[in-house]
């Protein structure tokens, strides 16, 4: 099990690098994110202790299963799943730094309000649906710069980019379409250059499509499976919860 993920986080490491060398990109401005979802507080130490440093979780839950499991290693923990109002608590209670997949006015209020309740700021990411699919998250991209600039006016929130999921499909053009609408919208906000807007991140790329992402801009690839293995549920059980 160790062993595998290892060897797993090396060919990871040695992908990114590859794409990054294609199109000219600095590796180090590719961060690697772990996916944890279904993984064990056990599994996800062990790439902790082996150089690894950020992880994100797609459920409260689970956030909190693995909480004490892994407060004495050190970590940044992201959110990557459907954020549900009444969970705001729970992410501030398990410290988590990042919430990648804001989609929502009023999540972003519900979000601040709790936040200037307790004296803390957080980093988000705008979440953007950028392969049409019902079935994902994320604000349309026709509407990502007004949630973008009303966001923007929340004091504790602090923009750091954009997420998106790409399409499922083996016909790697159609993702590739996916990851320039974020980057396109990016270059757009970055010109409308609003307060409190930091466009640094672009959040894009999974086990399977990280090259394409990375050629595209990414500057922060999700992965999971291509470390941990397959997952027993179907990803869409977590990228539905609570519809
Ligand atoms: C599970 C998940 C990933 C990682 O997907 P893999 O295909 O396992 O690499 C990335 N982003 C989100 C939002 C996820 O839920």
């Known amino acids: 099990m160790k062993e595998n993920i290892l060897h797993n986080l090396e060919t990871i490491h040695a992908r990114i690098q590859k794409s990054c060398e294609k199109s000219g990109r600095n590796p180090n401005e590719v961060k690697l994110l772990l996916a944890t979802k279904t993984?064990?507080?056990?599994?996800?130490?062990?790439?902790?202790?082996?150089?690894?440093?950020?992880?994100?979780?797609?459920?409260v839950q689970e956030l909190k299963e693995?909480?004490?499991?892994?407060?004495?290693?050190?970590?940044?923990?992201?959110?990557?799943?459907?954020?549900?109002?009444?969970?705001?608590?729970?992410?501030l209670k398990y410290d988590v730094v990042c919430v990648q997949s804001l989609d929502r006015l009023d999540l972003a209020e519900k979000l601040h309000q709790r936040l200037l309740s307790v004296g803390k700021t957080m980093e988000v990411l705008i979440q953007v649906n950028t392969s049409g699919e019902e079935s994902k998250f994320g604000v349309h991209p026709d509407e990502a710069v007004e949630l973008t600039r009303k966001v923007s006016e929340f004091?504790?929130?602090?923009?750091k980019g954009l997420m998106t999921i790409g399409l499922f499909s083996a016909e790697i053009e159609k993702v590739r379409l996916c990851f320039k609408i974020l980057k396109n919208l990016q270059q757009e906000l970055i010109r409308l250059d609003i307060p409190n807007v930091d466009m640094k991140e672009l959040s894009m790329g999974m086990s399977g499509d990280l090259e394409t992402a990375i050629e595209e801009g990414s500057t922060i690839v999700r992965v999971g499976t291509a470390v941990f293995g397959s997952r027993i549920y179907p990803d869409s059980f977590y990228w539905n919860e609570g519809v």
Not at 41 to 46: G, L, V
Not at 70 to 76: F, I, M, Q, S
Request: glycine share 4%.
């Open 39 to 59: 993984v064990s507080a056990e599994q996800i130490k062990t790439a902790l202790e082996n150089g690894e440093f950020l992880i994100a979780e797609n459920k």
């Open 66 to 91: 693995k909480y004490n499991d892994l407060t004495n290693t050190p970590h940044d923990n992201h959110f990557i799943g459907h954020l549900q109002t009444n969970k705001i608590k729970d992410i």
């Open 155 to 159: 004091s504790t929130l602090k923009i």
